[in-house]
């Protein structure tokens, strides 16, 4: 059965690894390779801010994967939807194909209420077909990325 566990600075270099996996830089907004450094730095960053959380996906005491939750406010004036939590997902490229997002996201979602988004690369077929198989709906595209919602009581 999938557990997560919140992340620590202990799954760093396994986080830096995942991070810089070529399909994963392909999925990213950012595509660049990062430094361990940098890696590092946004880390701790990320380990202190509390409307983030990000957390590592084992089964039988192996990291299959990460989710980050990002809580966060409209993005413009404009913006009606008020807070909302923005989820990020990534799974270890030993266990791609094998249903860990999909699990990752049912894990997360009853921790979850209110508003739920998710920013996916409209080429990034397997993110798609896992945000639609947990309920998500794609609300727009713009720029090649698709923004998908769902919405917990």
Do not use: C
Not at 23 to 28: E, F, G, I, P
Not at 65 to 76: C, E, V, Y
Not at 83 to 111: D, H
């Amino acid at each position: 059965m999938l557990r997560l566990r919140k992340a620590t600075m202990n799954d760093a270099l396994l986080l830096f690894n995942w991070r810089n996996d070529p399909q994963t830089r392909l999925a990213s907004h950012n595509q660049e390779e990062l430094t361990f450094e940098s890696h590092l730095s946004w880390l701790k960053a990320v380990l202190e801010n509390p409307k983030r959380t990000i957390y590592i996906a084992e089964e039988n005491n192996t990291a299959l994967g990460t989710i980050r939750a990002d809580r966060l406010n409209k993005a413009s004036p404009e913006d009606t939807d008020g807070e909302y939590t923005e989820l990020s997902w990534n799974v270890a490229p030993t266990a791609r194909g094998q249903g860990v997002a999909k699990k990752m996201l049912r894990a997360i979602l009853p921790l979850l209420s209110g508003l739920i988004k998710a920013e996916i690369k409209k080429d990034n077929i397997a993110s798609i077909k896992v945000a639609e198989a947990v309920g998500m709906t794609l609300k727009t595209e713009k720029n090649g990325i698709l923004f998908y919602e769902l919405t917990k009581q």
